[in-house]
């Protein structure tokens, strides 16, 4: 039977990548890898609203983070995290994994962090050195206004480190223009890929600070990855080989199909989502901030959204995500990344009203999909 994959990460990987995947293997240390490796990041830039080197390691999204931490802060200085969703959280994980002195802005989950909390905690803690957060919070489907954000760290000598990893092939990006000092995202959310590729881009200013970090690095130091592939045109390590190739597909195909398009195209599936939901009598975690990439909709009191998850997948073959934590039980979340065409909605809010129903809610059957249907018919 055929499977359905909406779920937040990871996400469907269209034929075309899966093909260039199974390709022979090349040497990592050959004109025809560097080749791809260069068009790769290259093709990533407008992606991430750069004109800055984009580094990418063999590591999940995580790792990627990790690089951020460990390459732009020394063990003892502050940093302020926004700590809104699981992601948040693990910002704050890193901080005190290596040392450093984190401040925590504890944000209600489904609320985005107002630019306002982060002046103030800048105020009172006046020696941080750099503010962390989602640009889009995974766990929670929610988007943090980066931009304002950018406003109030880009006069001072603070970095702002975003995660993008929900963000980037999601919606603009506009790192450079909104102050951003370090970008990341991962390969198997929007970019339409496996999961094995983490990807970092960093400001001129963040670029000055990895060489003053003192904090010990090995596999994820940034210097010696620039160096490597800006001049040597290869990675520092035996590369995700496969992966690049698959990378520098994808990009190839949401290039042709055009930025803008791309990003249409998940509004489309997200206002679409949230409709349904509404017309379903159904709340959403994050009604004031939702994130373009994953709807989160809340079970009605007495459902146990582990449930319905569970018989989406197994007995539907829809698969989508359920809550993290507090709202483990309580949420469904509908991942809309990647290689999915606004007509798959359909699919996703269907399975949804019968798993409902099976689970015993009074469902209207069909008044997700119509909504679904009359955003469709809306276009862009
Ligand atoms: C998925 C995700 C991560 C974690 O990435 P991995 O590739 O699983 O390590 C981090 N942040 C956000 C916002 C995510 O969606």
């Not at 970019?191 to 000055?208: K, T, V």
């Not at 999909?369 to 862009?380: D, F, H, M, T, W």
């Amino acid at each position: 039977m055929k499977k359905y994959l909406f779920t937040p990460g990871p996400a469907a990987v269209p034929p075309e990548v899966l093909l260039e995947m199974a390709q022979p293997i090349i040497h990592h240390r050959t004109p025809q890898f560097s080749a791809v490796l260069d068009q790769a990041r290259e093709r990533l830039k407008p992606l991430f609203g750069t004109r800055q080197e984009v580094i990418l390691f063999a590591a999940s999204g995580t790792g990627a983070m990790e690089a951020a931490v460990a390459n732009l802060l020394s063990p003892g200085e502050h940093a302020i995290f926004v700590n809104g969703g699981k992601f948040g959280e693990r910002w704050g994980k890193f901080l005190k994994a290596f040392g450093m002195v984190p401040h925590e802005i504890k944000v209600e989950w489904g609320r985005a962090v107002r630019p306002g909390e982060v002046e103030d905690a800048l105020k009172a803690n006046p020696e941080t050195r750099a503010v962390f957060v989602q640009a889009s919070e995974t766990s929670t489907c929610t988007v943090h206004p980066v931009a304002e954000i950018g406003k109030i760290t880009r006069t001072r000598d603070v970095l702002l480190v975003v995660d993008g990893i929900t963000s980037v092939g999601v919606f603009e990006q506009k790192m450079d223009e909104w102050g951003v000092d370090a970008l990341v995202t991962g390969s198997q959310k929007a970019l339409m890929l496996p999961p094995g590729l983490g990807m970092i881009a960093l400001s001129p200013r963040a670029w000055d600070a990895v060489k003053k970090s003192t904090t010990p690095r090995f596999y994820f130091d940034l210097g010696r990855e620039l160096k490597a592939q800006r001049e040597e045109h290869t990675t520092a390590f035996t590369p995700a080989v496969s992966l690049i190739s698959g990378l520098n597909k994808s990009l190839e195909m949401l290039h042709a199909e055009g930025l803008e398009k791309v990003y249409a195209r998940h509004t489309i599936m997200a206002e679409a989502t949230r409709d349904a939901a509404r017309a379903l009598g159904l709340k959403l975690i994050s009604p004031d901030s939702p994130a373009p990439g994953v709807t989160g909709i809340i079970a009605p009191e007495g459902i146990d959204t582990g449930k319905v998850v569970k018989y989406m997948r197994d007995t539907l073959g829809v698969s989508v995500q359920g809550g993290q934590d507090q709202m483990k039980g309580r949420l469904v979340r509908i991942g809309h990344m990647g290689n999915l065409s606004p007509f798959d909605m359909l699919v996703a809010v269907s399975a949804l009203e019968i798993a409902l129903r099976n689970q015993g809610m009074d469902v209207k059957m069909g008044a997700g999909v119509a909504a679904v249907q009359a955003r469709l018919a809306k276009g862009a």
